[in-house]
């Protein structure tokens, strides 16, 4: 078993305040891992992108030239306390290049600067190589240019709108929090004068458990005005692209909105209390209540104690990562993988896999299902079969496998290679033998076979695989979908990490697990622009 598992137990894991130590102790580590995630300097989010194809400029030209200038004026600008800027490069008019980037009102100086070398770098990398008009979409900045002046002007066009495909539950009363919440940081926003963060944040309790987060930003050179048109029709088409969900973002080139359950912008007052677990103990019968109450004390008590020594045993892994974990050689650093050596045939993985018999079929999952197979060799595999939907070309697609292969742990899932052949999309995967971390925990019988030091194990495994993604790896990597069914067990019960650079391979905004998805509806991306 191994990869993805059905998803049978995904809503036992998502729900909070099971009455279930185990559950309650897992969503407490995710939670934690999370919060820590949030925290560290991460990858830059990707959100979408816009360039127009009708304008282009020839490769080595003059305006290349320029062009090239202006991108490393803009990265070089981009640790300005301002949090934006703007410029110009060029003498003759048709060789004259504008740009602007303006980073997340909440952001430092570095993070702003990371993410506008991103995308200055991904933009003529990924998605608009010879394109004179572009805007880029990140949650942490925007970037665009054009060979034509757009300073100070406001642009409703294009536009778009992704949002996550979860329902929130009681749309009525969620769509009038909403409302209240984006009025208010409309007006805050917009009055903020000219050549300034435009920026406002505001977080509303809408249950026991959940918390509205909502996030406005205009480009800060257009006026008070300008800002405050531009955020109320995006705020505006909230109902039509994305009711009912549970989050939401718009985006214009002069502005945008957006909303989540969990917080994406670091919260500025006392944030809400995170989730308690909550401990069910059934109701004490009569002459045992002593007892139960010893037990629940002894329970209390255990949790309280794992979750500091967790607390304590992250906070120094973090601390003393650089030092130990770079001594711990599972990158390769010197081993020269190459897109071909990562290369299997159709041909091998259908013998292998019986042609993707129902029998040798592991599971399934976000991004296709998941079946075992065997090599001439006798070296045991999962193949993923990717569903069909990825937006990715076959360069793209052979450029992340490569990157996420190149990651290597003890305690993350290797991936061996690929296939690529006609409508199929394969990923081949060293096969875990003991299934997931759910099998175990969530099955009353087969919980019992971890004990507590196999469990202790197991976090700290699950902790140095995610401090690798995070710190040591070459790439900087955000799993964002973390669950006991994405923790592999080997033979020994030793945790391997699945999963992880999904986004980068399938090319989807996997920013919210794999719940984003866009919403074509309001993409007026035709026709000119700026
Ligand atoms: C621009 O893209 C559209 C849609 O992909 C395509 O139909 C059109 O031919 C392209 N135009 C140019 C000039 O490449
Ligand atoms: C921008 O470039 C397009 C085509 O490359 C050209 O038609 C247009 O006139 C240019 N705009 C300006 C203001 O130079
Ligand atoms: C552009 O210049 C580079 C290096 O200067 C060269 O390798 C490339 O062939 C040139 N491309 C064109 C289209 O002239
Ligand atoms: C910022 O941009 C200007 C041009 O707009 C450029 O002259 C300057 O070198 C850039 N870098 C810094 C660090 O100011
Ligand atoms: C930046 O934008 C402002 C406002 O439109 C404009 O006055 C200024 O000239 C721009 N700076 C550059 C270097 O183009
Ligand atoms: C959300 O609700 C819509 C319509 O009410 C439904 O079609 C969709 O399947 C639901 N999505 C989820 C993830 O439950």
């Not at 003059?62 to 981009?78: E, I, P, R, V």
């Not at 999904?502 to 991306?525: P, R, S, Y």
Request: glycine letters at 6%; a neutral charge.
């Amino acid at each position: 078993m191994s990869c993805i598992l059905k998803n049978k137990h995904k809503t036992d894991q998502t729900t909070v305040g099971m009455p279930s130590f185990n559950v309650s102790m897992f969503l407490l580590i995710l939670s934690l891992l999370s919060f820590l995630s949030l925290n560290s300097e991460a990858a830059p989010e990707y959100r979408y992108h816009f360039c127009s194809n009708e304008t282009t400029f020839t490769p080595n030209s003059t305006y290349q030239s320029n062009f090239n200038h202006l991108l490393s004026f803009l990265t070089s600008n981009s640790t300005r306390e301002s949090g934006f800027y703007n410029t110009t490069v060029g003498q003759t008019p048709e060789n004259t290049v504008y740009g602007l980037f303006f980073c997340r009102g909440d952001l430092t100086p570095d993070e702003c600067r990371v993410c506008v070398s991103t995308a200055t770098k991904e933009i003529v990398e990924q998605y608009c190589p010879v394109e004179k008009v572009a805007v880029i979409w990140y949650s942490e900045c925007v970037l665009r240019y054009s060979n034509k002046s757009f300073f100070s002007t406001m642009f409703q066009t294009p536009t778009v709108s992704l949002y996550n495909i979860q329902n929130i539950t009681e749309p009525v009363r969620f769509t009038q929090l909403l409302g209240t919440s984006m009025n208010d940081i409309e007006t805050k926003a917009s009055n903020a004068p000219t050549g300034t963060q435009k920026f406002a944040t505001t977080e509303a309790k809408f249950s026991e458990l959940q918390t509205l987060y909502s996030l406005v930003q205009c480009d800060p050179l257009i006026s008070s005005s300008d800002c405050k048109t531009c955020l109320g029709i995006a705020i505006g088409n909230l109902p039509g692209c994305c009711a009912g969900k549970q989050g939401a973002n718009v985006l214009y080139p002069s502005c945008y909105v957006r909303y989540e359950i969990y917080p994406f912008y670091k919260v500025q007052a006392v944030p809400p209390p995170a989730p308690t677990p909550v401990l069910l103990a059934p109701p004490p019968p009569k002459g045992k209540s002593r007892n139960s109450l010893l037990i629940i004390i002894a329970v209390v008590a255990a949790t309280v104690v794992s979750i500091l020594l967790l607390c304590i045993g992250y906070y120094l892994l973090c601390r003393r990562a650089k030092k130990k974990y770079n001594a711990v050689p599972y990158e390769n650093e010197s081993g020269e993988i190459t897109a071909d050596s990562l290369q299997y045939d159709l041909a091998t993985i259908e013998a292998a896999t019986n042609n993707f018999a129902d029998d040798n079929k592991l599971g399934s999952g976000g991004f296709g299902e998941v079946f075992k197979g065997t090599l001439p060799n006798k070296q045991e595999i999962a193949v993923k079969r990717l569903s069909q939907t990825s937006r990715q070309g076959a360069e793209e697609f052979k450029n992340e496998v490569l990157l996420v292969a190149k990651l290597q742990h003890r305690n993350l899932v290797r991936l061996l290679g690929y296939c690529l052949e006609g409508e199929e999309k394969l990923l081949v995967y060293e096969f875990v033998p003991n299934k997931s971390l759910d099998y175990f925990l969530f099955d009353p019988k087969k919980r019992s076979l971890l004990d507590w030091s196999s469990r202790y194990n197991i976090i700290g495994g699950v902790a140095r695989g995610m401090l690798y993604l995070h710190e040591d790896s070459r790439l900087r990597i955000i799993h964002r979908d973390l669950k006991a069914s994405n923790i592999l067990l080997d033979a020994n019960l030793n945790p391997k990490i699945s999963d992880f650079g999904m986004a980068k391979i399938f090319g989807v905004d996997e920013t919210q697990g794999n719940t984003t998805v866009t919403c074509l509806q309001n993409m007026q991306c035709t026709g000119s622009f700026l």
